[in-house]
């Protein structure tokens, strides 16, 4: 099985198609995530380089309330300049005992919500082509407003509460587009609800 830290597991290394790496470092750095540069050898001998995001393990939480509507979050993106509706998500923290320590915070911190029971979903990476982010997926169930936010310096951020139905609507006529907030509501409603 894969690490949850991008890493690869020996079956994978041995697989006729995996690339050898044969240096890797940081090209780049800034607060929340590295660029890495990796020298790399293919399958057929070709020698090559390969640029990638380095990310840090993250969460992210589908908080359903007693009534069961989905808490949701607005925030500004800078990358698509816009604000975009999601699901409560952050990177893990070292002080974090686990991931489910972890998803509590960033509910809490970023929503003011807390929840009466949490269940992990399903873990991705949602874009192993370009970076080795892996994010847990959290159910969040009995969520009331009883918590304190906190928000980080630089994040912009509105509550608020939508139907499942209504979500799942706004995924399909893509004026959802936050890809982890549509495969977490996707994932839920195909295999758990």
């Known amino acids: 099985m ?3 830290t991008g890493g690869e597991d020996d079956a994978d290394a041995r697989d006729d198609i995996a690339w050898e790496t044969t240096d890797s470092d940081v090209a780049y750095t800034c607060p929340g995530f590295d660029i890495v540069r990796d020298e790399v050898v293919l399958p057929d001998g070709t020698e090559s380089d390969y640029d990638y995001l380095d990310d840090d393990p993250a969460v992210v939480v589908l908080p359903f309330t007693p009534e069961g509507d989905v808490v949701v979050i607005e925030e500004w993106r800078q990358a698509v300049k816009r604000v975009s509706r999601g699901l409560p998500a952050g990177s893990v923290e070292a002080d974090d005992v686990d991931l489910a320590a972890a998803a509590r915070r960033e509910l809490e911190e970023e929503t003011g919500y807390e929840a009466d029971a949490l269940r992990a979903l399903t873990t991705i990476e949602p874009a ?11 159910v969040a169930e009995g969520c009331t407003p009883t918590g304190e936010r906190d928000l980080d310096f630089n994040e912009s951020i509105r509550v608020d ?9 706004a995924v399909r006529e893509g ?8 495969l977490a509501l996707l994932y839920y409603e195909a295999f758990e609800a």
């Open 2 to 4: 894969p690490d949850d």
């Open 128 to 138: 192993n082509g370009i970076s080795n982010a892996v994010h847990h997926v959290f």
């Open 161 to 169: 509460e939508t139907t499942p139905a209504a979500l799942r609507d």
């Open 175 to 182: 004026t959802c587009r936050d890809g982890r907030t549509a």
